[in-house]
């Protein structure tokens, strides 16, 4: 069959990432569904609605990972798999991760509509607790999957209030009885906003996306003593709050000194006890570390425990730091980047390669199968943040360009 000029439905898909906007939109025209909170079981239950509508069969496993089915004319034939997250950040856009599971079932109702029938199945997944905001590391249920994590740990996770993943995931109903990683794939593809200003910036259409980021993610707790701010000498203060401060400025010293394909940077703090005229007794803060060269990413971590080390024993205060996240840098599958790089051409699109800066699941799939993205701009590159905006136009051709690439290695023996 001839599949040159299908297309997916613009609109439809543009309504259906509307639809789940509303479900626990957040204050200023994004989104707050953090994972496994109600909203995040509300969407799961819509989503499943609308999969099994377009004749998917249903899948979950012990993670909360769901996995939605269109058969293949060969029952032996390893699926193509589509993939990303339906939860957000506590101020997050209505596009980050949706659009690439919203998109994958746009993909599916366009092959129904066309009549298409592919040789390889298709699923369409939504990974669990892809952003790490409520549940600490990021894209935790797919490095359960593909082996980075075990699901004691997973479960084991536990969010500011003490409640655990494991719990939680039971409670919104949506713990699953399949062993994660039992499934494998011919190839697995991920659609997302870029998260960054380059796409806009150069005027492309579609981002063909090479290689990711490897990260570090480094909790500091640091102890200081507790004291009145107006009533302490200066030169008597154990200030955890001061140690924090140079930190952050030794943070964007060192990320900084290892060249433009290196970040680091501190989005996340708590003080203890948090008042406005009491030094803090504990501070405690992550450090974000990234870039595509895994030994500079390597070599920054060392440099910034060091030198805070370091800091910390010139104020008294005590230092403690713990690994919390970690991915290294990721090299996509060439066969898979030509596939997109081609589709992207044949439609007339404009595109450039591109080098992921944010984690995605595909960090982990790519252990374990064939893996690629792509990427469409967002405006400003404002991402993680409720202005985040992408635009219809821009929605539907990374939409075609997944689906043509997707049509590809479906077919593919």
């Known amino acids: ?104 079932l746009e993909v599916v109702r366009t092959l129904n509509d066309t009549g298409v029938q592919t040789k390889h199945p298709i699923v369409v997944t939504n990974w669990s607790n892809e952003e790490g905001a409520r549940f600490a590391p990021a894209m935790l249920a797919s490095g359960v999957f593909a082996g980075v994590h075990t699901l004691e740990y997973a479960h084991s996770r536990t969010d500011l209030d003490g409640k655990t993943y494991g719990d939680e995931l039971k409670r919104i109903g949506w713990l699953g009885d399949e062993e994660p990683g039992s499934r494998k794939m011919h190839a697995y593809f991920e659609y997302h906003i870029e998260q960054g200003p380059i796409l806009e910036e150069n005027s492309k259409e579609i981002g063909v996306v090479t290689h990711n980021q490897g990260l570090w993610w480094l909790e500091f707790t640091l102890t200081g003593k507790t004291s009145h701010t107006g009533a302490t000498p200066m030169r008597m203060r154990v200030n955890a709050g001061l140690a924090m401060a140079r930190i952050l400025e030794l943070v964007q010293r060192v990320a900084s000194a290892y060249g433009s394909d290196c970040m680091g940077g501190v989005g996340q703090m708590r003080f203890f006890p948090n008042s406005r005229n009491v030094l803090p007794a504990k501070v405690v803060f992550t450090v974000d570390l990234r870039s595509p060269d895994e030994r500079k990413l390597n070599v920054m971590r060392a440099d910034v425990e ?25 090299t996509y599958d060439a066969g898979l980047v030509s596939t997109v790089r081609q589709a992207a051409e044949q439609l007339g699109y404009r595109s ?60 593919a023996g």
């Open 1 to 104: 069959m001839d599949t040159k000029d299908i297309a997916v439905n613009s609109t439809r898909l543009w309504d259906t990432l509307m639809e789940v906007a509303a479900i626990s939109p957040g204050k200023a025209g994004g989104s707050n569904r953090q994972a496994l909170t109600d909203g995040d079981g509300e969407v799961r239950s819509l989503f499943k609605t609308w999969c099994e509508e377009a004749g998917m069969s249903t899948g979950v496993d012990k993670v909360g990972n769901m996995f939605f089915t269109r058969p293949g004319t060969d029952d032996n034939a390893l699926p193509v798999y589509i993939g990303s997250h339906l939860d957000t950040q506590p101020t997050g856009g209505r596009f980050d991760g949706v659009l690439g599971v919203l998109a994958g």
């Open 306 to 330: 060091r030198e805070a080390a370091a800091v910390c024993e010139d104020l008294n205060v005590d230092c403690a730091i713990e690994a919390i996240g970690h991915s290294e840098p990721v």
């Open 352 to 411: 450039m390669d591109i080098i992921s800066g944010a984690g995605h699941d595909a960090c982990w799939t790519a252990r374990v199968a064939p893996t690629t993205m792509i990427f469409c701009p967002c405006v400003g590159g404002v991402s993680h943040n409720e202005a985040e905006a992408i635009s219809e136009d821009w929605a539907a051709k990374g939409a075609n360009v997944l689906l043509h690439s997707v049509i590809a290695s479906a077919f």
